[in-house]
């Protein structure tokens, strides 16, 4: 059985979706507690797009360097904090990596605190 741990990188199917939710096969991260993701069938996740010329990024969200020790990811990305899900582990396929450096999870933290105002 896989290991869903905090900051860890995993392709996820998101469909299907209502409206302006993010959809599709893609990159999620794991941002619930290990203890939690031990415990329970669902896991809390962020999806991540990937980054296209002139996208700005907003306060809300995170880049995510295709060159981030660690990862296997194709292309520079965005860590969407505004839609965050929480979805069964049935989801999920491919591990892509973990995010390691200090430096990116507190900009995500902080993007997330940003989103829901804590």
Request: net charge neutral; aromatic share 6%; glycine share 6%.
């Amino acid at each position: 059985m896989e290991k869903f741990n905090k900051w860890t990188i995993f392709r996820a199917n998101l469909d299907p979706v209502i409206g302006s939710e993010q959809g599709k096969s893609r990159p999620v991260l794991i941002i619930s507690e290990n203890e939690i993701n031990d415990l329970l069938n669902t896991i809390n996740i962020i999806p991540i797009t990937s980054l296209k010329d002139g996208r700005t990024i907003y306060p809300n969200e995170a880049f995510l360097s295709k060159d981030t020790k660690g990862l296997s990811i194709e292309t520079d990305s965005i860590i969407l904090c505004h839609q965050i899900r929480t979805i069964d582990k049935r989801r999920i396929s491919k591990m892509y990596g973990k995010i390691e450096g200090v430096v990116l999870q507190k900009e995500i933290e902080e993007a997330l605190s940003f989103q829901l105002g804590l």
